[in-house]
């Protein structure tokens, strides 16, 4: 679905993030190895993957990364995570103790908090894994958020269930940190898109931590 002008949400196992005006951008790439979801979103809206520039990966859980090695065949686009993640992303290093199933791909731009990327700011979240990171686009005023937080279903933003926490407290000061960041929309990984109220229904989730 469009949540702004030129900013679409493919709703999946987890969600990702494509952006369409000037160039395309993609944020995450599902649970599926076959990135169907994707594939099927971008036929329906009219591009084809080789319009995709660059896929960033916000994390290495399954449920974001899985899709990466075929979209990365069917588009050739620059691949772009935290420089921490892009490790794992590789498997030039295991992830703890995790199987990671997903195929192997090479990150070609690896990030740095603060470092502006394809008109996106960079912002290392870590706590959900060591290299999350979240993404604010000013042109929007949206943050894509990658699984920094979640969404619940009564609305209000909360932090990610600790099954999933590598580090449960630094995820609740990544959370803090965001607040230093002002947005209207909001995508997340899990839970529902919103297009405006976004950073103070975070500061709100906040001041509960
Ligand atoms: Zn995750």
């Given at each position: 679905?469009e949540?702004?002008k030129?900013v679409?949400v493919?709703?999946?196992?987890?969600?990702?993030a494509?952006?369409?005006?000037?160039?395309?951008?993609l944020?995450?790439?599902t649970?599926?190895?076959?990135?169907?979801?994707v594939l099927a979103y971008?036929?329906?809206?009219?591009?084809?993957?080789?319009?995709?520039?660059s896929?960033?990966?916000s994390?290495?859980h399954p449920?974001?990364v899985?899709?990466?090695?075929?979209?990365?065949?069917?588009?050739?686009a620059?691949?772009?995570?935290h420089?921490?993640?892009?490790?794992?992303?590789?498997k030039?290093?295991?992830?703890?103790?995790?199987?990671?199933?997903h195929?192997?791909v090479?990150?070609?731009?690896?990030?740095?908090?603060?470092?502006?990327y394809?008109?996106?700011?960079v912002?290392h979240t870590?706590g959900?894994t060591p290299?999350?990171?979240?993404l604010l686009?000013?042109a929007?005023?949206?943050?894509?958020?990658?699984?920094?937080?979640?969404?619940l279903d009564?609305?209000?933003?909360?932090?990610?269930?600790d099954?999933y926490?590598?580090?449960p407290?630094?995820?609740r000061d990544?959370?803090?940190k965001?607040?230093g960041?002002?947005?209207?929309?909001?995508?997340?990984?899990?839970?529902a898109?919103?297009?405006?109220?976004a950073?103070n229904r975070?500061?709100?989730a906040?001041?509960?931590?």
């Open positions: 679905m949540l702004l030129g679409h493919i709703e999946s196992m987890a969600n990702s494509l952006l369409t005006e000037d160039r395309l951008i944020v995450d790439t649970d599926d190895a076959q990135a169907t979801d971008l036929k329906k809206t009219g591009f084809k993957p080789t319009d995709i520039a896929i960033l990966i994390h290495v449920d974001h899985a899709g990466l090695a075929a979209l990365k065949d069917a588009s050739d620059e691949v772009a995570a420089q921490i993640e892009a490790e794992f992303i590789s030039r290093k295991p992830y703890f103790d995790w199987d990671l199933a195929a192997p090479e990150v070609d731009v690896p990030l740095e908090d603060g470092d502006r394809q008109e996106l700011t912002i870590p959900h290299g999350s990171i979240a686009d000013e929007h005023d949206l943050l894509i958020a990658g699984d920094s937080m979640r969404v009564d609305g209000l933003i909360a932090p990610m269930d099954t926490n590598i580090d407290a630094q995820h990544s959370l803090r965001l607040t960041f002002s947005f209207e929309a909001l995508i997340v990984g899990h839970g898109a919103m297009a405006s109220g950073s975070l500061k709100d906040v001041a509960k931590l």
